[in-house]
């Protein structure tokens, strides 16, 4: 087993459900990035066709790979989706966007445990003496994650089991 001692993600707030995405949530995955990106550097991010791209790369498995954060009223409040393409498996990454109206500190505090668990997922399929990454890319206001800076590299996150 993975030497990887996380936190499962933590309850989600009151009127939010988690499910993993789908190529059909493609529209409102755009509409939440762009949403963040223009509320941070003030330009949109991307279009369907780049995110359609994205997550239908055959080595992404969205069942697997991603999760949704809906609010009440069936709209996606944020995403996380995880990435593990790269030989030798061994440096993860993921990519989070939440809505900065959100309630973005109580979702994150989900979705980076929830990638965490991920890559652990991920870490038995590594080499035997690799030292395993996970990357995370997400942005927010000093008032939700102190520090922040866009990337966070959590450089040694396990190892794969003996």
């Known amino acids: 087993m993975a030497n990887l001692n996380v936190k499962a993600p933590t309850s989600l707030p009151a009127g939010f459900i988690s499910r993993p995405l789908t190529l059909g949530d493609i529209p409102e995955i755009v509409r939440v990035a762009n949403t963040w990106a223009q509320h941070y550097s003030g330009r949109p991010e991307g279009t369907e066709e780049e995110e359609r791209g994205e997550l239908a790369n055959p080595k992404t498995k969205l069942e697997r790979d991603s999760v949704g954060l809906f609010a009440g009223d069936g709209n996606l409040a944020a995403f996380a989706c995880f990435y593990d393409w790269d030989e030798p498996h061994a440096q993860y990454g993921a990519f989070m966007r939440v809505l900065p109206d959100a309630r973005e500190a109580d979702l994150l505090r ?52 003996k």
């Open 110 to 161: 989900y979705l980076v445990p929830w990638a965490l668990n991920r890559a652990g997922q991920s870490i038995p399929g590594a080499p035997p003496d690799a030292r395993c990454t996970l990357e995370v890319e997400v942005l927010a206001t000093d008032e939700v994650l102190p520090g922040s800076c866009g990337r966070w590299a959590l450089p040694w996150i396990g190892t794969p089991g």
